[in-house]
């Protein structure tokens, strides 16, 4: 129905539709982000992390918070798996939320914040106190038309902060703040905009750089491990269970934020130890297999190359990686693309079903597959299996992998919802199919 709806509406009734219910939504609740400081995080990789980052440490010193992400949502001490297949929730979701996280006498809220969200206006209505940029890089292209279309709609949560009045809670003054990556090609872009107060983090190469200035936060890896990394920040040797580079710069950005809003340094260093990994995020498969099993959320290509590029850290003989395209229109040009990076570095690459949406799910992925012969073609020794039931596609990966290998699963995490057609879903998880496929081997 909403596709047929969109089809005939003009495009500037639905926006005015979409405003008028977020403007609807927060007056119905109250307005409950007048009684939080609320950090939204937005960026094209790394959001989910940062979010739940922020939430973790907070909490780890002593703070009451709300989270909501594509992840995870959180109201104080009620925690669970997001099963909305979306990075915001629809706009009275998303109030009533914001609205609970006040009833349990929250004092922070930490949103995951999409383009698409801020161009619904799920963001209108919500007073944003912190807003944080992981990276930007090209993606959701098709979505919004251009890179600079996409660029601008998240910009316009920078001015939306920027034009919020400031709130007083507590009798405390909520000063606005800007938390970027000084190393991205986009700083000056989003810097200009002068939003509020600006924060900064960075992942530096050079120890000699790691000194801290009153409002930046740099970090150097020193060692990264098959369990985590070790990384230095401030004159202060500290140890992670997250794996991968990239997530040092996740926890910097994390990190950054809560010094914005009043924590020490001091105090997040004493914990950064116990942060846990995000479920579906680089998430470890343990069933006393021989091999080992990651499933990852990632799904688009330059998290990909990235996630490549960091699997040395774990031992491991061959990569059998098991993925899939997304439908329902969404960033086609990336399909063959992820075909042909996991084609250049896995030994197998097994095809499937990921959420097609209305698209038949046979035809895309032969698009992707295209990306994938394209490697084999050229000379490079990788097997290509099209398997479209997804649950076969795990199966058939553990039943090929051998002593020491590393299987990869990517591209839905821990979402909890398959997307098919005509707007049904299923019931879904790769973390749960993986151990009870495993189960059904080691019975075997």
Not at 338 to 346: P, R, T, V, W
Request: some cysteine; aromatic content about 8%; hydrophobic content about 45%.
């Amino acid at each position: 129905m909403k596709n047929f709806v969109k089809k005939f509406v003009p495009k500037f009734l639905l926006r005015l539709y979409h405003l008028a219910l977020a403007c609807l939504a927060a007056f119905w609740y109250g307005y409950p982000s007048e009684k939080l400081i609320v950090i939204g995080v937005t960026g094209t990789k790394g959001k989910s992390t940062t979010a739940n980052l922020i939430a973790q440490f907070l909490e780890m010193t002593g703070c009451r918070v709300g989270l909501t992400s594509t992840a995870t949502m959180k109201v104080a001490e009620r925690e669970w798996l997001s099963d909305k297949k979306m990075t915001m929730p629809g706009r009275f979701q998303l109030q009533k939320l914001l609205w609970e996280m006040v009833k349990a006498k929250c004092e922070y809220a930490i949103i995951e914040t999409s383009s698409e969200g801020i161009e619904q206006f799920r963001s209108r209505g919500i007073n944003y106190d912190v807003v944080l940029l992981t990276n930007l890089t090209p993606e959701h292209i098709e979505a919004h038309g251009s890179y600079e279309a996409y660029r601008a709609a998240k910009a316009k949560l920078f001015y939306q902060l920027k034009f919020s009045p400031v709130k007083k809670i507590k009798g405390n003054v909520i000063n606005k703040k800007v938390i970027l990556d000084s190393t991205i090609s986009e700083y000056g872009f989003f810097s200009k905009i002068q939003a509020g107060e600006e924060w900064y983090f960075c992942l530096s190469q050079q120890r000699a750089e790691t000194k801290n200035t009153e409002r930046k936060i740099i970090g150097c890896v020193v060692e990264l491990r098959a369990d985590g990394a070790i990384f230095e920040c401030a004159g202060k040797i500290l140890v992670t269970h997250l794996l991968f580079e990239f997530n040092i710069k996740n926890i910097l950005a994390a990190m950054a934020a809560c010094m914005a809003v009043g924590i020490s340094f001091d105090q997040l260093a004493a914990v950064v130890a116990n942060l846990k990994p995000v479920p579906g995020r680089q998430e470890l498969i343990e069933e006393g297999q021989p091999f080992k099993v990651m499933v990852d959320y990632t799904y688009e290509p330059t998290s990909m190359r990235a996630l490549y590029e960091n699997l040395n850290i774990i031992p491991h003989r061959r990569v059998i990686h098991v993925l899939g395209p997304t439908g329902g229109g969404r960033d086609k040009w990336r399909r063959p693309v992820l075909g042909e990076i996991a084609a250049q570095f896995a030994d197998i690459v097994i095809g499937t079903t990921d959420d097609p949406h209305d698209d038949d799910p046979s035809e895309i992925l032969d698009v992707l597959l295209a990306g994938a012969l394209k490697v084999q073609r050229a000379g490079r020794a990788v097997e290509v299996l099209k398997i479209l039931d997804r649950r076969q596609a795990i199966a058939e990966a553990l039943r090929r992998a051998q002593a020491n290998d590393l299987i990869l699963i990517t591209g839905k995490g821990a979402e909890q919802k398959m997307a098919l057609a005509h707007g049904k879903y299923i019931p879904w998880d790769d973390r749960q199919v993986v151990r009870e496929e495993l189960r059904k081997l080691v019975a075997s």
